[in-house]
T-cell receptor, first 117, second 109 residues
Framework: ETGVTQTPRHLVMGMTNKKSLKCEQH?????MYWYKQSAKKPLELMFV???????ENNSVPSRFSPECPNSSHLFLHLHTLQPEDSALYLC????????????????FGPGTRLLVL | RKEVEQDPGPFNVPEGATVAFNCTYS??????FFWYRQDCRKEPKLLMS???SGNEDGRFTAQLNRASQYISLLIRDSKLSDSATYLC??????????FGAGTRLAVHP
């Protein structure tokens, strides 16, 4: 399945590094999301972009910086992360943020498993 | 109180068993409900939506009780391939999906 792709799939970085996660969706959707999934915790919504505009920032620390150049691409720029930021970072997309039918749902990419040393 | 609560399990059941998962949600204004499935080290995938009247998809049956703010998933005739974590998901305001922590199911031969 290639509806939503993410790269890299695995990333190990030091606390002083700068890296970026990339997400691309091929579904013609207009909304894209970043989620964080830590062990034994629910998925946490981080950011939402709708038609390239950020519509949600769930009190995410500034060491995470999203970028959405167009409706198909979403980046998460990482700098000076902490070991507790180690997690699975999932990208998702949906038709749009506010519209949609009762059955509209989100489609997830495979995730980037991040380890901060 | 968590917005979406699930029994974490694990539920260990033999093949062919019937197993039920429960979920409660705190926001009475929630309108849409889903069950997602997440395999180990994979992304969540939509299993089924949950309709007010209850709905069935093969061996899977979902029920919604709005008065009790309770959602259930019943799996009949469990298969080994059903082993996964089942996530209860509620749509909040502005299409925000709120996920439960998941219930782990292990089906053994």
């Amino acid at each position: 399945e290639t509806g939503v792709t993410q790269t890299p799939r695995h990333l190990v970085m030091g606390m002083t590094n700068k890296k970026s996660l990339k997400c691309e969706q091929h579904l013609g959707h207009n909304a894209m999301y970043w989620y964080k999934q830590s062990a034994k915790k629910p998925l946490e919504l981080m950011f939402v972009y709708n038609f390239k505009e950020q519509t949600e920032n769930n009190s995410v620390p500034s060491r995470f910086s999203p970028e959405c150049p167009n409706s198909s691409h979403l980046f998460l720029h990482l700098h000076t992360l902490q070991p507790e930021d180690s997690a699975l970072y999932l990208c998702a997309s949906s038709p749009s943020w506010t519209s949609g039918t009762y059955q509209e749902t989100q489609y997830f990419g495979p995730g980037t498993r991040l380890l901060v040393l | 109180r968590k917005e979406v609560e699930q029994d974490p399990g694990p539920f260990n059941v033999p093949e062919g068993a019937t197993v039920a998962f429960n979920c409660t949600y705190s926001n009475s204004a929630s309108q849409s409900f889903f069950w997602y499935r997440q395999d180990c080290r994979k992304e969540p995938k939509l299993l089924m939506s949950v309709y007010s009247s209850g709905n069935e998809d093969g061996r899977f049956t979902a029920q919604l009780n709005r008065a009790s703010q309770y959602i259930s998933l019943l799996i009949r005739d469990s298969k080994l391939s059903d082993s996964a974590t089942y996530l209860c998901v509620v749509r909040g305001a502005y299409n925000k999906l709120i996920f439960g922590a998941g219930t782990r199911l292990a089906v053994h031969p």
